[in-house]
């Protein structure tokens, strides 16, 4: 047994996509309908920026395949901040939007914290707190995008153990690379990509991710990954598992998705 992998990339609108990926005389008002046909997930950066209305998200959903499903990154609002414990109103404002719009396509939602946030175990618990595990009826995952090497810390883990919520495993230059499985799935973003790799990452690295991935999906833990507890979940279990090719390479990312989907369907 073995839980679902998506791999994907960040956004549908980037400029040099139009010609290194999307048809060329594809309408701009079509590129979600066609990227979301080449790779099964889509890491929506924009939510983090700025709230959207319920009828934008339906019309996500519609648009979309059935099995298709869509991360959102949460109102920046809600993680910018001094005190987290004071993040509810932002919080509930971000769930409330519309965002159970997607219905089924509702994949994680990121939090993200910014590289100079540091842990402070009570105000992290107040804010985890805060995330509820549904919203109109539709569940939701939390996934936590930490940027400062004070979350290296074994009570980081625990919390996030404690709560169900997956600390999000950057395969980053300069951010603390946690691979502690925390949650009921997985979520890594790939962010060493080349825009000069036909797949963003080279195909032999592509090849090693596909065999992490693999390994993820079945609730094992990749040997040569970086982790902060010797301490695993009592229970292996199969997880399902989101990747997304971002940042750096971002010209080739929706290629590295395809490519690494293809790796680990087949």
Known sequence: ????????????????????????????????????????????????????????YAKWAKETPDDFVFALKAIRYSTNRKVLAEAAESVQKFLNSGISELGPKLGPIVWQFANTKKFDLQDFEAFLELLPDAQDGVPLRHALEVRHDSFLAPEFVALARKYGAAIVYA?????????????DFV??????????????YTDADLKRWSERVKEW???????????????????TKARDVFVYFIHEGKIRA?????????????
């Open 1 to 56: 047994m073995a839980g679902k992998i998506r791999a994907g990339m960040g956004g549908w609108t980037f400029e040099p996509w139009d010609a290194s990926f999307y048809p060329n005389d594809l309408p701009k008002s079509r590129q979600l309908q066609f990227a979301s046909r080449q790779v099964t997930t889509i890491e929506v950066n924009g939510t983090y920026y700025s709230s959207f209305k319920p009828a934008t």
């Open 217 to 235: 999906a079945e609730g094992a833990l990749p040997e040569d990954l970086p982790y902060v507890t010797a301490t695993a979940p009592s229970q």
């Open 171 to 183: 395969h980053h230059d300069s951010y603390p690379e946690i691979a502690d499985l925390t949650g």
């Open 187 to 200: 979520y890594a973003r790939l962010q060493r990509g080349k825009d000069d790799n036909e797949h963003c």
């Open 254 to 266: 929706p290629h590295g998705a395809i490519a690494l989907q293809k790796l680990v369907d087949f």
